[in-house]
């Protein structure tokens, strides 16, 4: 099983560099990307032992929140194909939005309010979902189409 990193790489200049260093990774977002703003947007990472990104988001630096972690055996074009049909959100006015889910100050209370008819587009091909959250970790599960949350300490992904 596969773990991969959702980095919001907006949450800190450093992140952008450190993902582009990782061997298996690709932005959430589709198409050309203006390059005064990529250093800005959500990457997933595949999170390989003895990366410097697995190493970060498996650190004390979880708790900064810098991005969300999940677990899959389908190979990283395909989680991020599924997940990118959740970049976008519908207001009430009907405006859309983009859907900041990789912050984990979103995730966590979008998902455990989430409607359970949408949660299947969110597990799908994706068993588990990490997110640092007060001091500790928060890892979600689809069990039986029901949302499961444990509380992990200390506070790292994975």
Same mark, same amino acid.
């Given at each position: ?60 630096? !979880? =708790?900064?929140?810098? #991005? ?8 990283? +074009? /395909?989680?991020? $194909? %599924? ?46 979902? !990490? =997110?640092?959250?007060? #001091? ?8 039986? +189409? /029901?949302?499961? $949350? %444990? ?8």
């Amino acid at each position: 099983m596969a773990l991969y990193g959702l980095v919001d790489c907006a949450a800190d200049p450093g992140l952008y560099p450190m993902v582009c260093r990782a061997p298996a990774r690709q932005s959430l977002f589709a198409g050309v990307i203006d390059p005064d703003l990529v250093g800005a947007t959500p990457h997933i990472v595949r999170l390989d032992d003895g990366e410097e990104i697995t190493r970060l988001l498996q650190g004390p630096d !979880w =708790a900064r929140n810098l #991005g969300i972690v999940c677990a899959s055996d389908a190979p990283l +074009g /395909a989680v991020r $194909r %599924q997940l990118r049909y959740n970049l976008q959100a519908r207001l009430p006015n009907a405006q859309v939005v983009l859907f900041r889910f990789y912050d984990p100050r979103v995730w966590v209370p979008y998902i455990e309010n989430c409607d359970p008819g949408a949660l299947p587009g969110w597990f799908g091909q994706i068993t588990d979902y !990490w =997110a640092p959250h007060q #001091g500790r970790t928060l890892r979600y599960r689809l069990h039986e +189409g /029901a949302l499961m $949350r %444990q509380a992990l300490q200390p506070a790292r992904a994975g």
